[in-house]
């Protein structure tokens, strides 16, 4: 979907967002940045749909009405067409509770219509209302309470409380969470639902899980956030934030740009990040294009992850905040690709907080084997047989291949052995040119060649589909595999994408490729010291 955004105050054409599924919008008190939402919701007219917790859980007798769908509209449409509804109900979250059992009733007459229809057949199956939607996420952000639903009505408990209670005797946030999952079930479908204060009630620790489990829930939907928390940009995968700096009420036009990746350490990187209690991750890549900054936010959701461009980037950012620990006082990290290092440079990075994954490149990922049956099952196939078709495609690739990745890892080997040499102090030219003479024998890339094309040629003869992910750098391997239309996609990009939805789902096929992905790390939890290598 393609968003405009409002006027400009500079004269220039406003901004076109094209296949967005998350914007955020912040800035400072004053800055306008509420009319700036309310006019985007102006413009999408019908397909807009506006959340808040403010309105779900106090009345709000003098807001403005919107010109968009809300939980109170399709409340009030409810009322015209249903009977079994209380129509005194004053919050959007006693509006939701009661169309949610409102919804359940109604499912529960099409499902016996649908069974008298059937004549004696076997049973249709019962598909999962609304309310169970609802129920499944809530119980994932809070795994010790439980949500009973029956007879009309809706009663939670938890270990704490003697026995089964009314929702209105819900925490805030338990309400806001409740109310937010629910709320976006009814958004129509391929909308762009407007969010105020999605960290309101909230606190940190579920923030990120639940926005993501939220999103996963409704991919035809854009989200549109409105906050004041300047770390909830840093928690979405695929966010793009608008800084909106000011408002010329008269003209009914903003001063607001897109916020880029930062370049470098800068102190509003800084400022930025001493607000997060989450220890930092640094990763490759921008927040835009890139693949490690997009699949790390779900694999690692306990760290902010912040993408700085180059591998040579993310090492001297976490070298410099660490430096400066005692300034934030932030655990930081790091994750580059493998590209070819050998183990010492590994474990020097390892000692230096920044980890390196066990497989040649960060696609190299997402061709795990639990990673491609755990997608394979998502879309209804057989694992096993997919696993191994792609396996036999891998294989046989690389062996295509195998001389020319020995002779790229030979060169690598080369060319970081001579930096090395290189670097080291010579009393005079002439001992630096008897040095480098002596380098092709001291050195010996034929024989490190050869030792490697042995190595390939073991790891194919064995079928060592994990040990060739280690070494294998194949951007195309994902495509060349045929991974894609085994798992029933048009192409990768839909395979990379169908990761990413399934990982926001958090299901039990999330559970195996996070798994998968975290054991290629040999990851030290925060705030403890890096173990070495054995």
């Known amino acids: 979907m393609n968003i405009t955004l409002p006027k400009r105050t500079d004269n220039q054409p406003p901004i076109v967002l094209s296949g967005k599924q998350q914007i ?41 009405e919107l010109s968009c769908g809300t939980i109170t509209s399709c409340y009030e ?24 059992m409102s919804d359940e009733v109604a499912d529960m007459f099409d499902y016996r219509l649908a069974v008298l229809q059937n004549e004696g057949n076997s049973l249709p199956g019962i598909p999962a209302t609304k309310i169970d939607q609802v129920v499944r996420l809530w119980k994932e952000v809070f795994p010790k309470n439980d949500v009973e639903h029956s007879r009309g009505s809706i009663k939670f408990s938890n270990r704490f409380a003697e026995g089964p209670f009314n929702p209105m005797r819900l925490s805030n946030g338990e309400k806001a969470v409740f109310y937010y999952i629910g709320a976006s079930l009814y958004a129509p479908p391929g909308s762009v639902i407007f969010v105020e204060s999605p960290t309101m009630f909230l606190h940190r620790t579920i923030t990120q899980s639940l926005w993501s489990a939220i999103e996963g829930q409704r991919p035809d939907c854009t989200f549109v956030y409105l906050t004041h928390d300047i770390e909830f940009p840093t928690s979405r995968t695929d966010n793009m ?32 990040l001493s607000g997060s209690r989450k220890p930092v991750l640094f990763v490759e890549g921008d927040d835009s294009h890139s693949l490690d900054y997009k699949l790390y936010s779900l694999i690692f959701p306990e760290y902010t992850v912040k993408p700085m461009g180059s591998c040579n980037k993310v090492i001297e950012t976490v070298r410099s905040f660490n430096d400066i620990q005692s300034f934030h006082h932030l655990d930081s990290y790091g994750i580059v690709d493998r590209d070819r290092r050998r183990e010492a440079e590994i474990q020097y990075l390892h000692n230096k907080k920044i980890y390196v994954p066990d497989v040649a490149e960060i696609e190299n990922l997402l061709m795990l ?48 052995t001579i930096e090395v040499v290189v670097d080291r102090r010579f009393q005079n030219i002439t001992a630096l040119e008897d040095h480098l003479e002596g380098l092709v024998d001291d050195i010996r890339p034929r024989t490190v060649y050869d030792q490697l094309c042995r190595k390939f040629n073991e790891y194919v003869q064995h079928d060592d ?3 060739i992910l280690r070494v294998y750098n194949q951007k195309s391997m994902c495509g060349d595999s045929n991974v894609a239309q085994l798992c029933g996609f048009d192409n990768k990009d839909a395979y990379v994408r169908e990761v990413f939805n399934i990982l926001k789902r958090n299901n039990a096929n999330a559970d195996a490729i996070r798994k998968a992905i975290k054991a290629c790390f040999d990851m030290t939890p925060p705030g403890e010291k890096p173990k070495k290598k054995k």
């Open 24 to 64: 955020t919008v912040v800035g400072a008190n004053g800055s306008g940045k509420t009319r700036f939402m309310n006019q985007m919701m102006l413009e999408l007219g019908g397909k807009a749909f506006f959340i808040s917790a403010l309105k779900a859980l106090f009345p709000i007798k003098d807001r403005a």
């Open 77 to 100: 449409a409810v009322l015209t067409r249903a009977m079994f509804v209380k129509p005194a109900a004053e919050t959007e979250f006693e509006m939701l509770l009661f169309m949610l």
């Open 241 to 272: 934030t608008i800084w909106v700096r000011g408002c010329d009420i008269a003209a009914n036009a903003w001063d607001y740009e897109l916020i880029r990746p930062h370049e470098r350490l800068s102190e509003q990187l800084i400022i930025d």
């Open 369 to 416: 084997e639990e990673v491609i049956k755990a997608v394979a099952r998502q879309r209804g196939r057989n694992d096993a047989d997919v696993f191994r078709k792609v396996k036999t495609n891998v294989i046989r690739e690389f062996n295509k291949e195998l001389k020319q990745q020995a002779l790229q890892h030979t060169r690598h080997y080369v060319k970081r």
């Open 465 to 467: 589909y994990r040990s």
